[in-house]
């Protein structure tokens, strides 16, 4: 974006962010948690519109942590780094890296909950982390990983206030069956997407935007959206030979001017200031 504004060109930018997985009072654990595990092994987590941690029920933690473990197996076996199906971590650099957030979280009181055994090549399980605060790195940083925090909360006024508080998310997962409790959390934040009751499919289809919001990106694409994103628009307007155009220059005012005004752009407003008529002072209206 700052080497665009160097040549004034426009750019759309559809970037990251910490995506929240809501999971609402009466919504099967399990189900979610299949879901959600889903969303945070795909290519190891590293999709911009991966879950990056689930706020859940604090009377549900336990049984969330457990049920995720037995999905993360259930989806790529007993062990995970032998299978064909699961992706290695793209870097050394960002494997690194990712250690290095579980390490300061263990070492800030998080609990790591491992779902099988670190593999060669990069080859990294995925790690459930309760007891997170907010100072450590995995809470701050979009994760990019196979690391999945896990929030817990008491109200659901409490859950949309963590999401709040936060900058805008490129997604959002609100995993619920009741219509009223989805609604109020899409009335209440704001993200660049939404899927309800799983995660990503927002994204596959193609006949709908697709982009950011805040933080987490400018502008939209697929479908129609993003032939009109990243195409300008050019008007073309050619004057009629007897356009009579000469009734709008000044002099101002004249009877002729008044009609073909009115003909034109209609009557207006009546209380509008005309040429010669001083206007009447009006009280600022807030905006």
């Known amino acids: 974006m700052r080497q665009a504004a160097q040549n ?40 911009c519109v991966a879950p990056d941690y689930a706020l859940v029920p604090r009377e549900q933690v336990a049984e969330f942590v457990s049920a995720a473990q037995e999905a993360f197996a259930r989806l790529y076996g ?27 979280a263990r070492a800030k009181g998080a609990v790591v909950t491992t779902c099988g055994e670190p593999g060669r090549n990069r080859k990294m399980p995925l790690h459930i982390v309760t007891g997170c605060s907010a100072d450590m790195a995995l809470m701050r940083e ?7 925090p896990v929030v817990p909360y008491d109200t659901h006024d409490e859950a949309i206030a963590y999401v709040r508080e936060r900058p805008r998310p490129l997604a959002l997962y609100c995993f619920s069956h009741d219509a009223a409790a989805r609604d109020e959390v899409l009335r209440r934040t704001h993200s660049g997407g939404v899927t309800i009751n799983d995660w990503a499919w927002h994204v596959i289809n ?43 220059y000044p002099p101002y005012g004249g009877l002729v001017q008044r009609l073909s005004l009115k003909w034109f752009v209609g009557p207006g407003d009546p209380t509008a200031k005309k040429p010669g008529v ?10």
């Open 278 to 287: 001083q206007a009447k002072a009006q009280a600022p209206v807030a905006r």
């Open 206 to 248: 193609h006949d709908a935007p697709f982009g950011g919001v805040g933080n987490s990106g400018i502008g939209t694409y697929h479908g129609v959206e993003g032939f009109r994103e990243l195409s300008h628009a050019r008007t073309v307007f050619k004057r009629h030979r007897f356009f009579p155009v000469g009734l709008f």
């Open 142 to 148: 979009e994760i990019f990983g196979p690391i999945l």
């Open 78 to 104: 007993p062990d995970a780094a032998a299978s064909p199906d699961y992706t290695a971590v793209a870097s050394e650099r960002h494997a690194i890296r990712l250690r290095a957030m579980l390490d300061d």
């Open 8 to 47: 004034l060109t426009p750019v759309t930018l559809e970037l990251g962010g910490k995506s929240p997985a809501i999971v609402m009072r009466g919504y099967p654990v399990r189900e979610a948690a299949l879901r959600i595990a889903h969303g945070k092994s795909t290519n190891a987590g590293q999709i």
